[in-house]
C-alpha cells in the first residue's frame, strides 16, 4: 500500500484497533486484521485527487466498524481544481484503484475509461452521482452578456448527455448536475468553442432573415465543391438514409453583403441549440484516391486523404524529408469557383497538424487559397519525416548499415567499456541504476585517440558523402584538440632537459620523452602541441589557396605558407627564386623577439625618412609587416579564417614563451574590438556558399573556440556551455548530437566542465537513435542523464516512453531486449509495454502473460474472462486456464468480481473433481443433499457471472459456461440415487432446472424428474 493507505497505523486507528479486539474477543492476530482492513480500502496515489471521507477517515470507520467500506454514504471523488463527484447512495469502495476508475479533465469528467473494465449500471461506481465541474472562467468571461448563453449551453449540454442540470455559480464556474450512470461527461472542445462564440453572434443571427437557408447551405455543400447536384444528392440521401434529419444547421451572420458559414463539426457531441437537433453521426470516412471521369479535365482528380494505411508510398523531397506525391489535381482544383478543398471540409477537427513516430509530420499543406501560381492543395495531407539519419546517408541518399555501425555502434561500446560509477536511485516501488562516467586526465589522450580510430574508420567506407566527410574530418580535430587543451602526463623522475631552438623540434622531443618532464616545461610543451595541431588544421585552407595562385606570384605564395606556419616550404621557395635575404629572414620568422624589433624598427626608419614604399612590391611589404609582428597591418585589404588569425598572433606576434590561455585571451580581445575574424565553424569556412549565407556569425561559434576558452578559464560552470554543445557548434545539421554528446560526456568526466542543464544534448542524442532503432542504446544514453531535484521522474517518464512507444522494435530484437535488461531496467516496464502492445494489436493470449508478468492483476482478469478463458476451456486445456486462474489467486482482493471471473473456473475444477470421488479433491461432500447445495452455490456464481459482466462477455464465454453448467448437472444427477430421500432427489433437478445450459439438455432432464414423479405416484398408489 502507499503512504495514503500507510496511514491506517496512526496511533488514532491502533487505539481504536485494540478496543475493537478486546470488545469482540477476537483471537485472530492482529497482522491478519490489519491486512484484511488494507484490502478494503480504495488506492488513490494521484497527488491533486482526494477523496470525502479521506482514506485515513475510511480506514478508522473500518476498524471501529467492521465492513464499513462496503456501504460508504455520500462517497466523494475529487481534483482539486477541476471539480469533483458525490454518489447519491451507498457505495462499496472496497479495493477500487480510484487513479484508474475516476478521472478528471479540463471540463470533463470519466468514470471507467475502458468500456471492458465498466461493471454494470449500480455496481461500482457506474451508478447515480451528483457531478460539479469547474469551468475554465478566463475563457468563459471573454465575451459580453455571456451568463444567459453558457446557463443555455451546459443545459443543453447536460440534456444531450443524458444528465440532470441543477445549477451553474457564475461566481465559482461551477456547473453542478446529476448523472444516472457513467461514461463520459463534460464540456467538449465543440461546446467549448460555441459557448464563447455564440453570445458573440446571438444577436447578429437574430437580425438575418431567415429566406433561402436551404440554397445557402446546399451552395456550400461537399457535392456542390465536386461539381454534383446538390439538392439530388440530398434527396439521395433521405431516401437511402431515412431516419437520419437533416446536416446541421449552420451558424450564420451578415458582413459586408457576403455570407460566411462555419465549418461542419465532426463530432458525434454536436451543439444542440438550433431548433431541431441533429441526430448523432459517424465520422465520414476518408476518400482516398477520389477520380471522377465525368469532367471535361483533361486528366483525372485524386484527392488524397490521410489514413491508417501502411503501404502509403513516400518519396525523398530533398534531403531533408519525405512527403506523399502529389500526381494530380482533384476535380475542384481547376478554375470553377477557386474552391479549393480543405482536409478540414473533409474530416472536420479529426484533423489536425502532428507528430508520427520517428519524426513524421503530419499536415495538410500550403493555407487553402493561397495566391501563389503553383497552388498546394491543402486536401493532400503531407507526411514528411524529420532528417535525423542524414548522419548515416550515403552519397545516394540511402541507409548505410556500416556508417551505422561505425558513427552510432561503435562509439557507444566505447563509451561502455569505459569505468562508469553507478547509483541506485529508487523511483517508488522500483529502481534504476544510473550512470556516470568515470575519467582522468592522465588516461584523456588514450580515450581521445580510441574515438580518432573509430572516426577514421568511418572515414574509409567508400560511399561517404563530401559533407559528412568534411564533418569526420572536423570531429577527428576536435578529439585531438582535447587531447591536446586537456590530457596531463603522469610524472616518474626528475628533469630531462628539452633543448629545442623552435616548436617543431620541441614536438619531436614530446615524442621522444613520455614521462619524465620538468613540471615548468609543460606549459611550452602543450602550446608546442597545440601549434603543431593548428598548423594541421589549416592546412586544408593554406592548400586550396596555394592551387588558385600561379607561378607570378610567388610572394603571395610566400605569405599563405606562412599563414600555415609552413617555414621549409616558405624558404626553399624563396631560395628557389633567388631571394636569399628574404629567405633569410623568413628562416628567423616567429623565433627571437629581438629579431621582429629588428625588422619594426627597420620599417619605422623607412617610413620616417619618407621612403617611397611604391618601388617595393605590396607583398614585400606585407611579408615584412608579418615578420615585424604586425599582423594586422600584414592582412590589410585579405580576409583569413579565424584559426589562421589565430596561428598568426600566436606565432608573429606574441612572444614564443606566450602561456596558451594568455593567447587565447588576446585572440578573444581582438574579436570583442571587432578587428579578428569571428570563429565560424569549420563547415561554414570550407563548406557551400549557402550554408555561408545562412549562418548568423552571432548565434555560434566553432566548438574548438569553446574548448580553447574552457582550456582560459580555472572554472567548471560557464554561461555558453549550450551553444558550445549545440550541435550546429560542429556540424551544417541541427538535428545530429551523437559526437558532440560523447564529448560533453568525457570533458565532465574528467573535470573541464560541471553541468546538469543540458538535457536538450541528451535527448537530441536519444531521438537520433530511436530513430534508427537503437532503442537499447537510446536508454543508455538516458540513464546518463543527471539527477534533477525539479525533474526526479525524468528518468522514469523518458524510459518508460521509450519502452512503450517502441515496444516492436526492441522487442523483436533479441539482443536489444537482453541488452536493456542486463541495464538494470525493472522488468515489469518491459512487461507492461509488451502487455499494450500484444492488447493493441489483438493477441490477447501473450497481453494475458505479460499483464501477469508485471502484477497487474484487474487488467489480466479482465482480459481472461472476456477474451482467453473461453478458448481455452474450449479447447479442452484445462491445465493452461487452471495455472492462469490460480496464478491470480493470491491476489484476488486487488481483482474486482474474482468470484465471477476466474474463481468460477478454480471453482468448477475442484467441484468437478468432488463430484467425480476425487481423493485428492480439495472439497468433500458426504451426502448428496452438501453435494446438491454445493452445486446450486455454483449455478448461482455462474448466473450472477452472466449478469455482471453483461455484453462484455462473448458467446464462446456463454457456450463454456453451458457446458460447465451441463457438466455439474450430470455429474450431479448421476449421483442420484434409491438411497436418497424424494425431495433431496427433486432438488437435485431444481439446480439442474436453473443453470445455463441448452433447452434440449434441460427438456432432457425435465423428462427425467417427470418419470421420477411418475415412478412416485405409482409407488404411492400400490
Not at 477476537?26 to 490489519?34: E, F
Not at 524510459?799 to 512503450?804: H, K, Q, T
Not at 471471473?901 to 471453482?907: C, D, E, L, P, V
Request: glycine share 6%; proline share 4%; hydrophobic share 40%.
Amino acid at each position: 500500500m502507499e503512504c495514503d493507505v500507510g496511514g491506517i497505523f496512526d496511533s488514532y486507528i491502533v487505539h481504536s484497533y485494540k478496543k475493537r479486539r478486546v470488545s469482540d474477543c477476537c483471537i485472530t492476530p492482529s497482522s491478519v486484521i490489519m491486512t484484511e482492513i488494507e484490502a478494503s480500502l480504495p488506492t488513490l496515489h494521484s497527488l491533486d485527487y482526494y477523496t470525502e471521507p479521506s482514506l485515513k477517515e475510511l480506514a478508522a470507520l473500518e476498524v471501529l466498524y467492521p465492513g464499513y467500506c462496503s456501504g460508504v454514504p455520500d462517497f466523494t471523488v475529487g481534483r482539486l481544481g477541476y471539480g469533483y463527484v458525490r454518489y447519491l447512495s451507498k457505495t462499496d469502495v472496497r479495493g477500487l484503484c480510484l487513479d484508474d476508475i475516476v478521472k478528471f479533465h479540463r471540463h470533463e469528467i470519466v468514470v471507467y475509461e475502458d468500456e471492458n473494465d465498466k461493471p454494470a449500471v449500480g455496481q461500482g461506481l457506474n451508478k447515480s452521482a451528483e457531478v460539479v465541474l469547474v469551468l475554465d472562467s478566463g475563457k468563459l468571461k471573454s465575451k459580453e452578456c455571456w451568463d444567459v448563453v453558457l446557463v443555455k449551453k451546459l443545459k443543453q449540454c447536460a440534456e444531450r448527455q443524458g444528465a440532470q442540470f441543477i445549477s451553474f455559480d457564475p461566481v465559482t464556474c461551477e456547473w453542478k448536475f446529476i448523472v444516472d450512470h457513467f461514461s463520459r461527461f463534460g464540456f467538449g472542445d465543440d461546446d467549448e468553442e460555441d459557448a464563447v462564440m455564440d453570445d458573440a453572434e446571438a444577436h447578429d443571427v437574430e437580425k438575418e432573415s431567415p429566406t433561402n437557408v436551404d440554397e445557402i447551405e446546399l451552395s456550400h455543400s461537399l457535392p456542390a465543391h465536386l461539381r454534383l447536384d446538390p439538392v439530388k444528392m440530398r434527396d439521395m440521401r433521405l431516401l437511402m438514409f431515412p431516419n437520419e434529419e437533416e446536416m446541421e444547421d449552420l451558424g450564420r451572420k451578415s458582413s459586408f453583403g457576403k455570407e460566411h458559414v462555419r465549418p461542419l463539426k465532426n463530432s458525434s457531441q454536436s451543439v444542440a441549440n438550433r431548433a431541431t437537433p441533429p441526430v448523432v453521426r459517424n465520422t465520414p470516412f476518408p476518400l482516398l484516391e477520389y477520380k471522377h471521369g465525368s469532367l471535361d479535365s483533361n486528366s483525372p482528380g485524386s484527392i488524397l486523404m490521410v489514413q491508417q494505411h501502411k503501404g502509403m508510398p513516400l518519396r525523398t523531397v530533398k534531403a531533408q524529408g519525405f512527403k506523399l506525391d502529389l500526381k494530380h489535381e482533384t476535380p475542384v482544383s481547376g478554375s470553377y469557383a477557386h474552391n479549393i478543398v480543405d482536409a478540414g471540409l473533409f474530416m472536420g477537427k479529426s484533423f489536425r497538424v502532428g507528430w508520427g513516430p520517428n519524426g513524421i509530420l503530419v499536415h495538410s499543406g500550403a493555407l487553402v487559397g493561397s495566391g501563389r501560381d503553383n497552388k498546394l492543395l491543402s486536401s493532400v495531407v503531407n507526411l514528411e519525416k524529420v532528417a535525423f539519419d542524414n548522419l548515416v546517408r550515403d552519397e545516394n541518399k540511402k541507409v548505410c548499415e556500416e556508417l551505422v555501425d561505425h558513427a552510432l555502434v561503435s562509439p557507444l561500446n566505447f563509451h561502455k567499456g569505459i569505468n562508469h560509477v553507478m547509483k541506485e536511485v529508487e523511483f517508488g516501488p522500483c529502481k534504476l541504476t544510473l550512470q556516470k562516467l568515470e575519467a582522468n586526465r592522465t588516461n584523456l589522450s588514450e580515450i581521445s585517440q580510441q574515438y580518432c580510430d573509430i572516426i577514421e574508420r568511418q572515414l574509409s567506407v567508400p560511399s561517404l558523402s563530401p559533407s559528412n566527410r568534411l564533418g569526420l574530418t572536423h570531429q577527428v580535430m576536435t578529439w585531438e584538440l582535447i587531447r591536446v587543451l586537456f590530457s596531463e602526463r603522469e610524472q616518474k623522475g626528475q628533469v630531462e632537459s628539452l633543448g629545442a631552438d623552435n616548436e617543431e623540434d620541441m614536438m619531436q622531443d614530446i615524442k621522444e620523452v613520455d614521462q619524465d618532464v620538468d613540471q615548468e616545461a609543460l606549459p611550452l610543451m602543450r602550446r608546442a602541441e597545440f601549434s603543431y595541431w593548428l598548423r594541421e588544421s589549416v592546412s586544408y585552407h593554406v592548400q586550396n589557396q596555394i592551387s588558385s595562385l600561379n607561378d607570378s606570384h610567388y610572394l603571395q605564395h610566400v605569405f599563405t605558407l606562412l599563414t600555415g606556419r609552413q617555414l621549409d616550404e616558405a624558404v626553399q621557395l624563396a631560395v628557389s627564386k633567388g631571394d636569399v635575404r628574404l629567405a633569410c629572414l623568413l628562416s628567423q620568422a616567429g623565433g627571437s623577439t629581438m629579431n621582429r624589433r629588428d625588422i619594426a624598427k627597420q620599417l619605422d626608419i623607412w617610413r620616417n625618412k619618407g621612403l617611397d614604399f611604391n618601388f617595393i612590391e605590396t607583398d614585400r611589404l606585407r611579408l615584412y609587416e608579418l615578420l615585424a609582428g604586425n599582423i594586422h597591418d600584414a592582412l590589410h585589404d585579405i580576409q583569413i579564417d579565424w584559426r589562421r588569425f589565430l596561428g598568426l598572433l600566436m606565432w608573429y606576434k606574441l612572444p614564443p614563451d606566450t602561456s596558451l590561455p594568455a593567447a587565447f585571451q588576446t585572440y578573444k580581445h581582438f574579436l570583442d574590438e571587432g578587428t579578428a575574424p569571428y570563429p565560424v565553424p569549420l563547415f561554414v569556412d570550407e563548406g557551400t556558399s549557402e550554408e555561408a549565407v545562412s549562418w548568423k556569425v552571432d548565434k555560434h561559434f566553432d566548438i574548438s573556440f569553446y574548448l580553447m576558452l574552457l582550456h582560459a578559464s580555472e572554472e567548471t560552470e560557464f554561461s555558453f556551455l549550450r551553444a558550445m554543445f549545440s550541435a550546429f557548434s560542429s556540424t551544417p545539421d541541427p538535428l545530429d548530437y551523437h559526437m558532440i554528446w560523447h564529448q560533453h560526456e568525457i570533458l565532465e568526466a574528467v573535470g573541464v566542465i560541471n553541468s546538469n542543464d543540458l538535457h536538450i544534448l541528451d535527448m537530441g542524442f536519444v531521438s537520433q537513435l530511436l530513430c534508427l532503432g537503437k532503442c537499447h542504446w537510446a536508454i543508455y544514453v538516458a540513464l546518463h542523464l543527471p539527477l534533477r531535484e525539479d525533474y526526479p521522474y525524468l528518468h522514469v517518464n523518458l524510459i518508460r516512453e521509450i519502452l512503450f512507444q517502441y515496444c516492436e522494435t526492441w522487442s523483436s530484437d533479441e539482443s536489444q531486449y537482453h541488452f536493456i535488461e542486463d541495464l538494470g531496467i525493472p522488468k515489469e516496464w518491459m512487461h507492461e509495454a509488451l502487455a499494450i502492445y500484444y492488447n493493441y494489436n489483438g493477441d490477447l493470449a501473450k497481453a494475458l502473460e505479460q499483464f501477469l508478468q508485471c502484477a497487474n492483476w484487474q487488467k489480466a482478469h479482465t482480459i481472461f474472462i472476456t477474451s482467453v478463458a473461453h478458448r481455452l476451456f474450449l479447447q479442452a486445456k484445462h491445465n493452461e486456464i487452471w495455472r492462469i486462474a490460480t496464478s491470480m489467486e493470491d491476489h484476488k482482493s486487488e481483482i474486482e468480481n474474482w468470484e465471477l471471473g476466474a474463481g468460477i473456473y478454480i471453482s468448477f475444477y475442484l467441484m468437478r473433481n468432488s463430484l467425480q470421488g476425487d481423493t485428492n479433491s480439495m472439497t468433500e461432500s458426504d451426502s448428496l443433499q452438501s453435494k446438491n447445495t454445493a452445486c446450486q452455490e455454483f449455478i448461482s456464481q455462474l448466473n450472477e457471472s452472466l449478469a455482471v459482466w453483461g455484453s462484455r462477455l462473448p458467446v464462446d464465454t456463454r457456450v463454456a459456461y453451458s457446458k460447465m453448467a451441463s457438466e455439474i448437472c450430470d455429474l450431479l444427477l448421476s449421483v442420484v440415487g434409491d438411497g436418497a430421500t424424494r425431495d433431496d432427489q427433486f432438488s437435485c433437478f431444481d439446480t439442474a432446472f436453473s443453470a445455463p445450459i441448452p433447452e434440449d439438455l434441460r427438456s432432457g432432464h425435465l423428462q427425467d424428474a417427470v418419470y421420477l414423479f411418475t415412478s412416485f405416484l405409482s409407488e404411492i398408489a400400490t
